[in-house]
């Protein structure tokens, strides 16, 4: 990543003053032996390829296709997740929160950005901004509405505030119209934004 | 590349507009993943917790959103990063200081 093609031959780009700290951490890091350049590699590339809401939606659709899976993850989310294989940091603490068609989840981390890293990847800009972490607190259909999801008034807005204590990911409804459809074939419908909240699952168009 | 730059001036420009975008990259500059790298390296090996970065993580952003400044998301996490260092003893910062000297360009060295 730092071999750039189009720079090496010419003066070294200027770097934004981050850029350079966060360049003068790793070398420091480097020199005194406590990191190689290819653990930080391999970490990058693992959340960026690997680690990502995929996860999740497996969890997601193993638990309308298993009632008793369903029950243990809504009691101990953590070790129902850790079955599946994930689990890590920001993988602790895990609670799953269902949506019914009475009551709708949304996530959010008022104080920073606590997200369930191993089922959802790293979160998006907008969890981690300022606008999404005050505002869905304080009205939370509004900003609902901002994403696309008009909940009628019958139905119970439910806020959640991760923290370290406590990381929370939302079970979303099961789409009607999706009977007939496999676990793997149900996973590809759920989205990462349906399992913060800030959407719902479509029914399959077909 | 445009895109990612059209989402940087969308934030700039909307402060208070909740970006979202679905399939949108986790990072916007390679800095910021190694930044990342670092910290979850660092606390593999053993260094430190990671409710301790958390806890640094959190200072820093309600810092910045106290006043009101533009810090990014991955500029809190440096600087949290930096700060435990410092705290744990994993570093001077006179030593990160030297290093990132060392990696100015030539025309800066001059001020």
Request: proline share 7%.
């Amino acid at each position: 990543m730092s071999d750039d093609p189009i720079n090496s031959h010419h003066h070294p780009p200027v770097l934004s003053p981050a850029a350079l700290r966060a360049k003068a951490i790793e070398a420091l890091l480097l020199e005194k032996g406590l990191l190689a350049s290819d653990a930080i590699d391999r970490i990058v590339e693992i959340y960026e390829k690997d680690v990502g809401p995929l996860n999740g939606a497996k969890v997601v659709a193993r638990a309308w296709c298993d009632p008793t899976y369903k029950r243990r993850l809504l009691k101990d989310a953590t070790a129902a997740i850790a079955e599946l294989g994930f689990g890590g940091i920001q993988g602790e603490h895990m609670t799953v929160v269902e949506n019914t068609p009475k009551v709708h989840n949304v996530v959010c981390c008022t104080l920073c950005s606590c997200y369930p890293w191993p089922v959802l990847g790293l979160p998006p800009a907008w969890y981690k901004s300022i606008a999404y972490r005050a505002r869905i607190v304080r009205e939370p259909r509004v900003v609902l509405r901002e994403f696309g999801l008009d909940l009628p008034k019958s139905v119970e807005v439910r806020v959640w505030d991760s923290s370290a204590e406590m990381r929370y990911l939302v079970l979303p409804e099961r789409p009607p119209g999706t009977a007939e459809m496999s676990e793997m074939e149900l996973a590809s419908l759920v989205t990462r934004d349906s399992m913060i909240g800030v959407a719902r699952i479509e029914a399959p168009s077909r | 590349m445009n895109r990612i730059a059209n989402r940087i001036a969308a934030d700039i420009n909307c402060p208070a507009a909740i970006p979202r975008r679905n399939g949108e990259p986790v990072f916007r500059e390679p800095w910021e993943s190694r930044v990342f790298g670092m910290a979850v390296a660092l606390c593999e090996r053993g260094l430190y917790d990671w409710d301790e970065f958390r806890e640094r993580l959190i200072g820093e952003i309600s810092s910045a959103d106290a006043h009101g400044d533009t810090s990014t998301y991955y500029e809190c996490f440096l600087a949290a990063l930096e700060h435990l260092m410092l705290d744990k003893g994993i570093c001077l910062r006179e030593e990160i200081d030297r290093y990132a000297t060392a990696h100015l360009p030539d025309e800066d060295h001059e001020h």
